[in-house]
Nanobody, 125 residues
Framework: QVQLVESGGGSVQSGGSLRLSCAAS????????MAWVRQAPGKEREVVAG???????KYADSVKGRFTISRDNAKNTVYLQMNNLKPEDTAMYYC???????????????????WGQGTQVTVSS
């Protein structure tokens, strides 16, 4: 099993940037596919970015060109760099992980069985 702890959330104005971090512990981190999932009140979960063990990435259309997911296997950490933030990006952001996620399924939230507690991102206009 893997344990996940997110950090880096906060409040920014529209057009600003934030970098989220997710530190993993437990099983070898490099064997897990990772994702950032957000959920706003009254809305369904949305996987905004996923990265597999080889470093291949997928992004939701809503964040393409603005968000970048990356992983540092030496630090057991996955990052989400968020630029040009918009008010509609406001949500709780969760780090998620699982071992067996095919590349074409990286944006499916049901593929992930391990979740962090979340970090709030609020973007004001």
């Amino acid at each position: 099993q893997v344990q996940l702890v997110e950090s880096g959330g906060g409040s920014v104005q529209s057009g600003g940037s934030l970098r989220l971090s997710c530190a993993a512990s437990g099983d070898p981190y490099r064997t897990y596919c990772m994702a950032w999932v957000r959920q706003a009140p009254g809305k369904e979960r949305e996987v905004v970015a996923g990265i597999d063990t080889s470093g291949s990435t997928k992004y939701a259309d809503s964040v393409k060109g603005r968000f970048t997911i990356s992983r540092d296997n030496a630090k057991n950490t996955v990052y989400l760099q968020m630029n040009n933030l918009k008010p509609e990006d406001t949500a709780m952001y969760y780090c998620a992980a699982d071992r067996m996620v095919f590349k074409w399924n990286l944006l499916r939230p049901d593929e992930y069985n391990y979740w962090g507690q979340g970090t709030q991102v609020t973007v004001s206009s």
